[in-house]
T-cell receptor, first 114, second 113 residues
Framework: EPEVTQTPSHQVTQMGQEVILRCVPI?????FYWYRQILGQKVEFLVS????????KSEIFDDQFSVERPDGSNFTLKIRSTKLEDSAMYFC????????????FGPGTRLTVL | DQQVKQNSPSLSVQEGRISILNCDYT??????FLWYKKYPAEGPTFLIS?????DKNEDGRFTVFLNKSAKHLSLHIVPSQPGDSAVYFC????????????FGTGTRLTIIP
């Protein structure tokens, strides 16, 4: 069964460093998302991406964040200068078509900022 | 701004009995609702969904009920099995705007053998 994959599973970085979180969505999907979950809190929307551009972003997704689909398979989230409060689980999700509502999530990347 | 609320952080149910998880929402623009199940160190796994044009959707042991006037939905699991122990998230979205999912805070379900 097709699935969303994410790498790395755990990333530890120093405050102020740049990190890139990688995702491979399900191959025929067209809509891509990033969410995050701070420990003990709910899953929060960060950004949606369709047709090679951002379709919506949340207040959390400030200038320190960017997304890219550099080739036909990868979808990346870059945090330019990490802060302590960026420590969270980051989930990538994808869905097939506008008519679909079910988003399929990857296993997540645990980001720890020291 | 808690547009989707799950007021019970935890629930314990005897194996074989019915588990009922509840969810309330405030945004009238939501017209599609989903339940996700999450194990520790894994991503949310889609379980079942319901459109606002329906009031019930059933898939095997799982049934979701939607009461639009009360802005309330519930997930029924019957019979409950030990493998159902997980955190359950309610999520909502709108077909007529952005398609982001807005999640509740989750309910940790523990099935007691």
């Amino acid at each position: 069964e097709p699935e969303v994959t994410q790498t790395p599973s755990h990333q530890v970085t120093q405050m102020g460093q740049e990190v890139i979180l990688r995702c491979v969505p399900i191959s025929n999907h067209l809509y891509f998302y990033w969410y995050r979950q701070i420990l003990g809190q709910k899953v929060e929307f960060l950004v949606s991406f369709y047709n090679n551009e951002i379709s919506e972003k949340s207040e959390i997704f400030d200038d320190q964040f960017s997304v890219e689909r550099p080739d036909g398979s990868n979808f990346t989230l870059k945090i330019r200068s990490t802060k302590l409060e960026d420590s969270a689980m980051y989930f990538c999700a994808s869905k097939g078509d506008r008519g679909d509502n079910e988003q399929f999530f990857g296993p997540g990347t645990r980001l720890t900022v020291l | 701004d808690q547009q989707v609320k799950q007021n019970s952080p935890s629930l314990s149910v005897q194996e074989g009995r019915i588990s009922i998880l509840n969810c309330d929402y405030t945004n009238s623009m939501f017209d599609y609702f989903l339940w996700y199940k999450k194990y520790p160190a894994e991503g949310p796994t889609f379980l079942i969904s319901i459109s606002s044009i329906k009031d019930k959707n059933e898939d095997g042991r799982f049934t979701v009920f939607l009461n639009k006037s009360a802005k309330h939905l519930s997930l029924h699991i019957v019979p409950s099995q030990p493998g159902d122990s997980a955190v359950y998230f309610c999520a909502a979205t709108s077909n007529f705007g952005n398609e982001k999912l807005t999640f509740g805070t989750g309910t940790r379900l523990t099935i007691i053998p």
